[in-house]
Antibody, heavy 119, light 110 residues
Framework: EVQLVQSGAEVKKPGESLKISCKSS????????FGWVRQMPGKGLEWMGI????????VYSPSFQGQVTISVDKSITSAYVQWSSLKASDTAMYYC????????????WGQGTLVTVSS | QSALTQPASVSGSPGQSITISCIGT?????????VSWYQQHPGKAPKLLIH???NRPSGVSNRFSGSKSGNTASLTISGLQADDEADYYC??????????FGTGTKVTVL
């Protein structure tokens, strides 16, 4: 069974950097896209961007372009999203999700990583 | 791109059918048959219910069905059950591997 296992909750201060991960198990890692989704407290899902594991090419939602960096490491079948300087408004649950190359839906999803940014 | 428009809430009694709309534009919902629907229970990760407008993954109840007309996609839940009480989100391909979610709908089982 394919699973996406995300790294644990983080508590950070404004201005700090952070990289959270999404470990994929199961079949061929390089045939898949990995997307990241933000859910702020009590709010809806927001599409952040996606990266193709085959060639590590990221694509960002215009709202998140320049705000985060999405990447993959094929050697350890993991996807990442990172921030260079966190803001309080980055406080949210972050989900990763997987799509097969050529498909337009995401399944499975990771369990989520809660990021809290507070001084 | 703007979020797709969904009603904030929909309710129904057990056994009834309800429909959730997802209104987009010709650049997203209307332009591609790449609409998917996700169910999210409180404190849980989203779960795929429907893909490519009307296709159900294996393991998803046939009480869930999807359709599309023009720029509006719809999710129908028939035979409403207590466990269907959750948030529901539509998602559409936009362009260049960019996607957009709907605003989300809270389903209440009366």
């Amino acid at each position: 069974e394919v699973q996406l296992v995300q790294s644990g909750a983080e508590v950070k201060k404004p201005g700090e950097s952070l990289k959270i991960s999404c470990k994929s198990s199961g079949d061929s890692f390089s045939n898949y896209w990995f997307g990241w989704v933000r859910q702020m407290p009590g709010k809806g899902l927001e599409w952040m961007g996606i990266v193709y594991a085959g060639d590590s090419t990221p694509v960002y939602s215009p709202s998140f372009q320049g705000q985060v960096t999405i990447s993959v490491d094929k050697s350890i079948t993991s996807a990442y999203v990172q921030w260079s300087s966190l803001k309080a408004s980055d406080t949210a649950m972050y989900y990763c999700a997987r799509a097969k190359h050529g498909d337009s839906w995401f399944d499975p999803w990771g369990q989520g990583t809660l990021v809290t940014v507070s001084s | 791109q703007s979020a797709l428009t969904q009603p904030a809430s929909v309710s129904g009694s057990p056994g009834q059918s309800i429909t959730i709309s997802c209104i987009g534009t010709s650049s997203d919902v209307g332009g591609y048959n790449s609409v998917s629907w996700y169910q999210q229970h409180p404190g849980k990760a989203p779960k795929l219910l429907i893909h490519d407008v009307s296709n159900r993954p294996s393991g998803v109840s046939n009480r869930f069905s999807g359709s599309k007309s023009g720029n509006t996609a719809s999710l129908t839940i028939s035979g409403l059950q207590a466990d269907d009480e959750a948030d529901y989100y539509c998602n559409s391909y936009v362009t260049g591997n960019i996607y957009v979610f709907g605003t989300g709908t809270k389903v209440t089982v009366l």
